[in-house]
């Protein structure tokens, strides 16, 4: 019986100095807190530039690019650039430059969209004016899961031509994502130039994307109605074309 308890004792005595060694686990370190500021930028390269369905770059490619800032309460900026021809409506100019901002509020579901955009062309000229061409447009937009619709209306007139202020643009896009990777997209729009009904056209897309990492590649269709008469290029050389005849664009662009 005391060669028990002295047993007992003896455990005892050893076994809190080793219980007393074991480090307690650190505390694991508090996370930072998510920054309200998103600030992401892009790059792609395109084997034809059409902007509502329109040849921008004389049926020649086009680098493209940008900025965007957006903050958590919705607010946005940014800035997108591409190369265009002169002899696609900007005289002497080589360059599209958009600035535009607005507001973004989700709705569960739905998300509505206004905002601004100001399209610069430097160093083009109108006429003999001197004057860039330019055109400055408001927007609202909604949409819905892989829907979405955008009316844009132009405050000034439309990229310069004569007595065009308030031309309206609808715009009706859907993006599907396929998972692994995989996307199809579709758009129609109508240009509606106030003061001239025969620039009047509409305009349809279809195509389809497939990202790699940040990288997508993407192969659309591009189509639109656009009068012939109203809707070709020439150049001095005499070779024109009709910027609103049907097209396959292929892409490769990267998100940062």
């Not at 005892?12 to 508090?30: I, K, N, S």
């Not at 892009?42 to 004389?58: A, K, M």
């Not at 100001?118 to 819905?144: C, H, Q, R």
């Amino acid at each position: 019986m005391k060669k028990s308890l002295i047993a007992a004792l003896l455990a005892g005595l050893f076994a809190v100095p080793a219980l007393a060694q074991t480090p307690a686990p650190e505390a694991a370190p508090a996370a930072e807190p998510a920054s309200p500021h998103t600030l992401t930028a892009n790059v792609g390269l395109f084997s034809s530039y059409r902007f509502r369905g329109i040849d921008q770059t004389f049926g020649n490619p086009a680098i493209q690019g940008g900025f965007d800032y957006a903050h958590e309460s919705g607010f946005y900026l940014g800035n997108w650039n591409s190369n265009v021809s002169e002899y696609a409506g900007f005289p002497e100019g080589n360059l599209e430059m958009d600035f535009y901002g607005g507001y973004k509020l989700p709705l569960g579901d739905f998300t509505l969209d206004f905002g601004g955009i100001y399209y610069y062309y430097p160093g083009s000229k109108i006429g003999g004016t001197g004057s860039a061409v330019d055109n400055f447009e408001l927007y609202v937009g909604a949409s819905w899961k892989f829907l979405s619709f955008k009316y844009s209306h132009a405050l000034t007139d439309y990229f310069d031509i004569a007595d065009t202020k308030n031309t309206g643009y609808f715009d009706l896009a859907a993006n599907y994502d396929l998972g692994d990777g995989w996307g199809i997209n579709g758009h129609v729009g109508y240009t509606s130039v106030n003061g001239s009904s025969d620039l009047d056209y509409t305009d349809w897309k279809i195509g389809v994307t497939k990202a790699i990492d940040n990288w997508t590649i993407g192969l659309a269709y591009v189509d639109t109605n656009a009068d012939e008469n109203f809707y070709t290029w020439v150049k001095p050389s005499g070779k024109d074309i009709y910027a609103g005849k049907a097209t396959a664009v292929l892409s490769v662009s990267r998100t940062f």
